[in-house]
């Protein structure tokens, strides 16, 4: 080796191709610091997930990071997008990523649900841009983020003391048929069944290692009633 020049590792072809920067890279991720936008990205293999440095995700093992110049060479590499530092995003755009993570806050605290022009309006875009943008930023519709949120607020009133008509009006329904209706797929058994524990009721369920870790998928005779993830089976 010659004095004074780095090491120069060897290329991994299935992820990228580090190089003698790649300890300075690691540095910077490490101290969650932020430096150019078009610096690099790293990709994270236990997750498939690509980020930005200074995401506020949580710091990955420096063994299953690699680095790339670009997002479109991650993307090619197989990982996807983070969804809390959007690295696909330009910087002239992040403006836009910051009205969309509003608007899901909005919604999260939302008692009844928001009409698309009241939540373009606060975002100071038109319903048509709002709607496309918010579905590549979160990978679903407004409507669709906003009922599963609903669904969530109501499955956690179901396990608590109130009785299941007070379940369907405190997660926003607006009436009972339209709660059954909605909730009669997602739950996998009746409102009353969930509330009750499932008791009496026959599930079949079965864990599995998948990237994202062990998830577990259990259903009823009606359908699909949980869907969980862990660090292992046991869990």
């Given at each position: ?51 930005r ?59 009844k ?22 579905k ?11 009922m ?40 996998g ?47």
């Amino acid at each position: 080796m010659t004095a004074g020049k780095e090491p120069v590792t060897v290329a991994d072809s299935a992820f990228g191709t580090p190089g003698p920067t790649d300890d300075a890279r690691w540095a910077v991720v490490h101290e969650r610091r932020r430096p150019a936008e078009s610096a690099f990205v790293y990709g994270v293999v236990t997750t498939g997930v690509y980020c930005r440095p200074g995401c506020p995700s949580r710091l990955p093992r420096r063994e299953n990071v690699r680095f790339f110049d670009t997002s479109e060479e991650a993307e090619k590499a197989g990982f996807r997008p983070c969804k809390r530092c959007s690295p696909d995003v330009p910087e002239s755009q992040r403006e836009h990523v910051q009205a969309i993570v509003e608007a899901c806050r909005v919604m999260d605290e939302s008692e009844k649900p928001l009409s698309l022009d009241a939540l373009a309006e606060r975002a100071a875009l038109s319903p048509f841009h709002f709607s496309r943008l918010f579905k590549r930023i979160v990978g679903v519709t407004p409507k669709q983020y906003a009922m599963e949120k609903r669904l969530a607020r109501m499955r956690a009133q179901l396990t608590q003391d109130a009785t299941v008509t007070e379940a369907a009006y405190n997660s926003g329904f607006d009436s009972s048929s339209r709660f059954y209706h909605e909730t009669g797929s997602t739950l996998g058994m009746k409102p009353t069944d969930y509330k009750n524990g499932a008791r009496g009721l026959h599930i079949r369920y079965r864990t599995v290692q998948c990237y994202l870790g062990w998830v577990l998928v259990a259903a009823t005779g009606r359908g699909i009633c949980a869907i969980e993830f862990g660090d292992g089976p046991e869990a």
